[in-house]
């Protein structure tokens, strides 16, 4: 009985799969990675007779070691000898190039700069401005601009909002020209420019911080030719005599142009001279790579050896030319972006009608004025007007006033500029690469795509603002006023206090009135001469003017309807209010008109007034 159980449990391990020969229970189960495993089954030794049971397990999910093609079963095979591991090809250093890679904080807390070759910017300003958005720059110098003094409109296109730009057009003929867009938390400073015989130069001081400044150097050398036959030898000895005159500077320089050197041509005679030249100057030039589209470098980026202020090689990149533009940054911390205060009450969120109702029920208009017959009483009306409607106005619309820093942005820019830029960097990618014709002839055809559609999308903008605001001249002359002509600023000298300032300014205007009435009081006009500029059919020369005429509330209404509705920041509310609620107002506004006029009184509050400097020539410090 006790041998059939036996035999009846062999039969069932059997058709179970787990039978296993002495070897292979013996190979396997010493091993002390499986010994405990629960994939096997356990085991009994009865005396001499080895009898396995089937204990089912629950399976672990996670990973093991001692799974089928685990790490287990591999040593295994390792360790029989028969099998070893495929090392792979042998690695080798001569294929590695360091490459060094700008660190991403760095590139944002420097100062950025770029060089661009235009060759005429007067087509391609929508393409600077949207290329210098797109990598915010701090600063870029262009030569070649081909600008001319009457350009306005064009410095206007390239001069976006939160940049400024100051160029220098070419003076003996056309074509040259340097310039230099800058952010507006820059100071920059023009110390000198003007053309030698062999190059043209303008001499720039950036001011970053009160203790940080960069003297900037911009360069064009037109290439030797029919129209300009200068040898590099007179270059080389005026750009020699000009460096000596700013070598020794106190700020950190920076000199950089289109030299029309090739630089890459180590043997070249040009290049020899002028590496001459730099050496004993103790100047290094930075730009490595090739600037020009036939591969020549002629662009170059110049320091001083001993200032350490580029800290990576410069980058050549898209192209406005045949020269490519060039990036670098200095190590110099930019300063932050520009804030600004911006005030503002929601005047057209005013409900008009509960306005006009308190305001019939103020101390103001709940009775009818009469005129008054002493200053003081007119001064006391005028007062309550001006507490009355500016409490009112503080009440409905109160004044809001938020922080907002400068940002730059282009208004037209679409997702068709996008695709097309996104297109036109791929040809470049592939040209680059290839350098076959082919490739070069379609980045082209890219390249001047882009431009095209910048300044389709450019036109239709203004079309449509102009469309939409058709009705309003004002914004329309504002409109056109800041697209034909470059934004007047009042450029103050340096004070730390404002106080002295705004004190200095009200003297020099106190000083030219006493000056005018001066001159004024020194004129003499005899009997004749005053007789002939008097001749008044209805009022002679002896007669006076001792009363005026009473005005009703008629015509004070006719003349504020039809003129101008303009605000000072000094009216008590905003006139489009005062118009609304005239009805309200107008027996107010025409007793303090009649009771001025009958007292020959002016009110002490209205003789305040707000001074807004302006040049006479713009562009000229104050």
Not at 299 to 326: A, G, Q, W
Not at 337 to 351: E, F, G, H, N, P
Not at 512 to 520: P, S
């Amino acid at each position: 009985m006790w041998c059939a159980q036996v035999l009846l449990l062999c039969v069932l391990l059997l058709f179970s799969h787990f039978s296993f020969t002495n070897f292979e229970r013996e190979s396997i189960a010493d091993h002390d990675c499986v010994r405990n495993s629960s994939y096997l089954p356990c085991y009994y030794n009865f005396a001499t007779t080895t009898i396995f049971t089937h204990k089912k397990l629950k399976r672990s999910y996670g990973y093991s070691l001692y799974y089928a093609n685990s790490y287990a079963s591999r040593q295994i095979l390792l360790q029989g000898g028969d099998i070893e591991t495929n090392p792979g090809p042998n690695a080798s250093d001569i294929n590695l190039k360091t490459i060094k890679v700008t660190p991403h904080t760095v590139r944002n807390s420097s100062i950025s700069l770029c060089l661009v070759n235009a060759q005429s910017i007067r087509n391609k300003t929508a393409d600077l401005v949207d290329y210098v958005y797109e990598n915010k720059f701090d600063l870029v110098a262009i030569t070649e601009t081909w600008l001319r003094d009457i350009d306005d409109a064009i410095r206007v296109e390239l001069c976006p909002d939160g940049y400024k730009f100051v160029d220098f057009p070419r003076v003996r003929c056309g074509g040259g020209g340097i310039g230099l867009l800058y952010k507006n938390n820059l100071r920059v400073t023009t110390i000198r420019s003007g053309e030698e015989d062999s190059f043209e130069y303008s001499e720039l001081l950036v001011e970053v911080s009160s203790s940080r400044k960069l003297r900037v150097v911009i360069v064009y050398r037109p290439p030797y030719s029919e129209h300009h036959k200068i040898s590099i030898g007179t270059f080389i000895r005026q750009f020699s005599n000009y460096m000596e005159s700013v070598i020794l500077s106190k700020e950190h320089l920076l000199v950089l142009g289109d030299f029309n050197i090739h630089l890459d041509v180590s043997d070249d005679a040009d290049t020899v001279k002028f590496h001459d030249l730099l050496e004993s100057l103790r100047l290094e030039q930075h730009v490595t790579k090739s600037t020009h589209i036939h591969g020549h470098t002629l662009d170059l980026v110049i320091t001083r050896k001993t200032e350490n202020i580029i800290p990576f090689p410069p980058r050549s990149c898209s192209y406005f030319s045949d020269h490519t533009s060039v990036h670098f940054d200095i190590a110099i911390k930019k300063p932050p972006l520009q804030t600004k205060s911006i005030s503002y009450r929601k005047i057209k969120a005013v409900d008009i009608d509960c306005f006009k109702h308190e305001l019939a029920s103020s101390v103001l208009c709940y009775k009818e004025p009469r005129e008054h017959s002493v200053p003081e009483d007119l001064d006391r009306l005028v007062n309550i007007y001006n507490t009355t409607l500016t409490s009112m106005i503080d009440k409905h619309a109160p004044l809001t006033t938020k922080t907002v820093k400068a940002r730059s942005q282009v208004p037209w820019y679409n997702h068709d500029i996008a695709a097309a830029k996104r297109k036109r960097r791929k040809a470049e990618r592939i040209w680059r690469k290839s350098k076959a014709e082919d490739d070069l002839l379609l980045f082209k055809r890219l390249k001047n795509h882009v431009t095209y559609i910048s300044n389709k999308a450019r036109r239709e903008f203004y079309a449509q603002f102009i469309n939409e605001n058709g009705n309003d001249q004002n914004r329309l002359f504002r409109a056109t006023n800041a697209l034909l002509h470059p934004k007047d600023e009042v450029c103050f000298p340096d004070y730390s206090d404002d106080t002295s300032l705004a004190n200095d300014i009200g003297h020099f205007f106190y000083k030219k009135v006493i000056n005018i009435r001066k001159e004024l009081d020194a004129v003499v006009i005899d009997q004749c001469d005053s007789s002939r500029l008097i001749n008044d059919p209805k009022f002679g020369f002896n007669q006076s003017l001792e009363k005026f005429e009473v005005l009703s509330t008629d015509m004070v209404s006719q003349l504020i309807q039809k003129s101008a509705k303009k605000s000072c920041a000094l009216d008590p509310m905003p006139t489009s209010l005062v118009v609304k609620s005239l009805n309200e107002l107008l027996p107010v506004i025409t007793c303090m008109i009649n009771s001025s006029l009958s007292l020959g009184y002016f009110p002490s509050a209205w003789k305040f007034t707000l001074v807004d400097p302006r040049l006479k020539k713009t562009g000229q410090p104050a």
